[in-house]
């Protein structure tokens, strides 16, 4: 079976990329043309409203195929179909995601957990700054965002492996759960994502992921423009009326 992304509805609301790419699930350019395709038709599709990122068997990712890499070195790389411009996608997309590593998220691997919102990991996870190891530079803009600079440094300059437990005291993961939960705890938290208010949530997530860029000034006026317009929206009212009559809400993203 060739090298490929897998995607499934293992909820209504919910989807579900598998990377299959064995044995260390790297992305190369085959996996990364169906990681491509799928994540676009997520975004013309208004019933998925929570994703998660996860791979096959005993890896999350190792990243790009250096093999691959290698031999395409005197061709050049179509720079719209790189990994870079993967993990840039993935970062945009409409909702929320949910990066489970099951096991080795080794350089470009840990970067496209760190472009999802949120990070969980089983025991069995490791975390690898991989980049000093084989001469480039990686996540070192991300990383220090999200768990501090000296943090980063400790993992950006050593390319040592960090395990789940360091990874959640960290902050780089905010659950960490044994390997036979882990879909189990991501699809709970997906399923949790998605039966809040879409437009809401989606709203969130473009504020959010500004947050740490946006002065005060900036970040009232960026927020009071999603405001005006989730105020009026059909699931706000539908809020409100299943608040009223004491039953759980039905969103529609209008």
Do not use: Y
């Not at 250096?66 to 909702?95: C, M, N, Q, W, Y």
């Not at 949530?201 to 860029?213: C, L, N, P």
């Amino acid at each position: 079976m060739s090298a490929t992304v897998h995607f499934t509805r293992p909820q209504p609301l919910a989807a579900l990329l598998e990377i299959d790419a064995p044995p260390t699930n790297a992305l190369g350019l085959g996996p990364r043309k169906s990681f491509f395709s799928h994540l676009d038709a997520i975004e013309r599709d208004e019933t998925v409203r929570a994703v998660i990122v996860t791979g096959r068997d005993k890896s999350f990712c190792s990243g790009d195929d250096l093999k691959e890499r290698e031999a395409a070195r005197s061709g050049g790389e179509d720079p719209a179909l790189s990994l870079s411009a993967l993990i840039d996608r993935l970062d945009a997309l409409r909702v929320p995601t949910i990066a489970a590593v099951n096991g080795w998220a080794v350089g470009g691997g840990l970067e496209l957990a760190l472009a999802c919102d949120i990070r969980i990991a089983s025991t069995e996870a490791q975390f690898v700054c991989a980049a000093v190891n084989v001469g480039l530079i990686a996540s070192a803009w991300r990383l220090p965002r999200l768990i501090g600079i000296a943090r980063a440094k400790r993992m950006l300059l050593t390319g040592s492996p960090f395990d789940a437990a360091a990874a959640e005291r960290f902050g780089l993961v905010t659950d960490v759960c044994p390997a036979e939960t882990l879909r189990a705890a991501a699809l709970a938290l997906a399923e949790r994502i998605a039966s809040r208010a879409p437009l809401s949530v989606e709203a969130t997530k473009r504020i959010a992921g500004r947050a740490v860029d946006l002065d005060r000034g900036a970040a009232a006026q960026a927020l009071r423009k999603e405001f005006e317009v989730l105020i009026k929206s059909q699931d706000h009212a539908e809020a409100l009326a299943a608040f009223r009559d004491k039953r759980s809400p039905e969103f529609h993203r209008r």
